[in-house]
């Protein structure tokens, strides 16, 4: 009798505990599927963002176009994606239980239970004309924790998610790691100054131009791909923030300065520093406005910095083969020669008693080709080696005016050629590049 009875308890307590806990699930899935905020945050219309941390520390965003800096405690950039991730979590935080919260003693009590009464951190989104605040209370087990918002008197038990990017995440990794992300077609002066060397580009209406160390020819092309380049270029992270003096870091002075000033006027400069570490190839960097001390690896310092000579045009001029006219060659050893373009073929004249005969189009083409388009291997500035010169070859347009003059030399010992046209600029060519630079080289022989 008694072991029926307590068989009969037993099963009366399991059916009760069956029931309680498909009671207890269906609330919670009811709950679950339903998100804290039904309307969640306008993620793309977000204009500002502010934290205000328990004990006092405020972290402040600020959208500029597709853009976010921190503007408090200081200025520094935001990675977009990390700043807009703050409303999408926000907005997918899913609810699983809440609690109505009194203006009496008993719902103040509750306040400070939930650890609403001093909050881990207060998040206040602004839009337009609206503003959203989102209080985070404490945190409970099976990563939930409690959550309201502003003149609501619910409390919603959600997923930590919010919680875990806020109070466990640094912060610096929101961080834009970007150091010039502005470079690029917008870009009106390059300047670039590693101890007492400086270089310095300006792109005026007819191109770019190197008007220190010497005043030359730009080269569109590989200042494009090194603004693109330096666009890319990134710090491997945030070291120290506000430092009482950069001297330390070799950022007081710095040991080099990149600076890109824009159309609009302003400019971004990154400050380069000492190796962190002796043997170190990293070095500390500076953005400046910003008090934060940055690591620089070897391949951001080598974006940054790179030879001056990357930045001349390598040809010989910047004339146009196709507006010469004519063109006087002056060998240093030989007799001087006129070609000139008679429609559709070219005539070599040495002096008006000798009379002009036609010459080989493909030989005249070939010389303009080297002096107009052909890229030389290497650039050196050095002044010109007048002992070695070859030629003087000046170029004429086709009204007879002078368009430039390109110098010519030879160094005997190598065998490799030069072009200079009075830029201090020596456009280093190969042993076989060998211009044409006797009427020989035309067919002509001189009696």
């Known amino acids: 009798m008694m072991k029926r009875l307590l068989v009969i308890w037993c099963l009366a307590c399991g059916s009760v505990l069956i029931w309680w806990m498909l009671r207890s699930e269906a609330t919670t899935v009811a709950l679950t599927d339903r998100r804290m905020m039904e309307d969640g945050i306008p993620q793309d219309q977000v204009e500002a963002i502010t934290l205000e941390y328990g004990g006092g520390r405020t972290l402040s965003f600020e959208r500029d176009g597709i853009m976010w800096r921190q503007v408090e405690p200081f200025a520094v950039g935001v990675d977009a994606f990390s700043a807009r991730q ?73 997923d930590s998610a919010l919680h875990e990017r806020l109070l466990d995440m640094d912060s610096r990794l929101w961080r834009d790691r970007s150091l010039l992300p502005q470079a690029g077609v917008e ?20 191109g770019w131009e190197l008007t220190e160390p010497v005043a030359a020819r730009g080269d569109a092309g590989a200042i494009s791909e090194w603004l693109s380049e330096v666009s890319r270029a990134s710090t491997q992270g945030y070291l120290f923030d506000q430092p009482r003096s950069l001297e330390p870091f070799g950022l007081e002075p710095p040991v080099a300065v990149v600076r890109l000033t824009r159309r ?95 010459v080989p189009r493909q030989a005249v083409e070939g010389l303009l080709g080297q002096l107009t388009s052909a890229r030389a291997s290497e650039i ?68």
Do not use: C, H
């Not at 870009?187 to 007819?206: F, H, K, M, P």
């Not at 390598?314 to 000139?340: C, K, M, Q, W, Y």
């Not at 072009?419 to 190969?430: H, K, Q, S």
């Open 187 to 206: 870009t009106r002066v390059i300047e670039i100054e590693v101890g007492s060397a400086s270089v310095r580009l300006e792109n005026e209406l007819d």
């Open 264 to 358: 609009d006027g302003s400019a971004r400069s990154v400050l380069i520093g000492d190796p962190i570490g002796v043997g170190s190839t990293e070095r500390y960097g500076l953005v400046e406005g910003s008090p934060t001390i940055l690591r620089l690896d070897e391949d951001a310092q080598k974006a940054l910095v790179p030879s001056a000579a990357v930045f001349v045009d390598p040809t010989g001029t910047s004339v146009v083969r196709a507006d010469v006219g004519s063109i006087e060659v002056r060998p240093a050893n030989g007799s001087d020669f006129t070609l000139t373009r008679d429609f559709d073929r070219w005539v070599l004249e040495l002096d008006e008693e000798s009379g002009s005969v036609e």
């Open 86 to 158: 703050i409303a999408v979590v926000a907005s997918s935080l899913n609810a699983s239980d809440y609690v109505e919260i009194g203006d009496d003693d008993a719902g103040r009590a509750q306040m400070a239970r939930l650890g609403f009464d001093d909050p881990a951190v207060r998040v206040t989104w602004r839009w337009g004309d609206e503003t959203r605040v989102l209080i985070l209370g404490n945190r409970t087990l099976a990563g939930r924790a409690w959550a309201r918002l502003e003149g609501e008197r619910l409390a919603w038990l959600v």
């Open 380 to 447: 050196e500035f050095l002044e010109y080696p007048s002992e070695l010169e070859e030629a003087v070859v000046i170029l004429l347009g086709l009204d007879g005016l002078p368009l430039d003059t390109v110098r010519v030399i030879r160094d005997p010992n190598d065998g490799r050629w030069a072009l200079e046209n009075g830029d201090g600029v020596l456009r280093i060519f190969p042993p076989s590049f060998q211009p044409a630079l006797q009427p020989g080289n035309f067919g002509v022989v001189i009696p």
